[in-house]
């Protein structure tokens, strides 16, 4: 089973915090993407196969960290400060390589999503 599982989202208000979660069977970079109705899937954050590279969107900078356990092959996204733009589905996705990437090309294996909700 190569494809992902994300956990985790939900509906919280502006201010609050959530983790997501993802775990995948092989530990190769992993990426966050999200995608609001009507709009492109957006990059969220990637990290490298070791952990030692991540990079993030513009939007969630600061706000957003994205870790590994490649112990129990989970990939965590913390979210912190959540702003209701940050309402999407989030999806979990498995690289193609092990440096990790912005561009989704780059990655082979998606998630199903979960849903993130943040009221105003």
């Known amino acids: 089973q190569v494809q992902p599982l994300e956990s985790g989202g939900g509906l919280v208000q502006a201010g609050d915090s959530l983790t997501l979660s993802c775990v995948a069977s092989?530990?190769?970079?992993m990426g966050w993407f999200r995608q609001a109705p009507g709009k492109e899937r957006e990059f969220v954050a990637a990290?490298?196969?070791?952990?030692?590279?991540?990079q993030y969107g513009e939007p969630v900078k600061g706000r957003f960290t994205i870790s590994r356990d490649n112990a129990v092959n989970t990939v965590n996204l913390q979210m912190n400060t959540l702003k209701p733009e940050d309402t999407a589905v989030y999806y979990c996705?498995?690289?193609?390589?092990?440096?990790?990437?912005?561009?989704?090309?780059?990655?082979?294996?998606w998630g199903q999503g979960t849903q993130v909700t943040v009221s105003s």
């Open positions: 996705a498995v690289g193609s390589g092990l440096l990790g990437s912005t561009s989704v090309t780059e990655y082979d294996y």
């Open positions: 092989r530990n190769n970079a």
């Open positions: 990290i490298s196969w070791n952990g030692a590279w991540t």
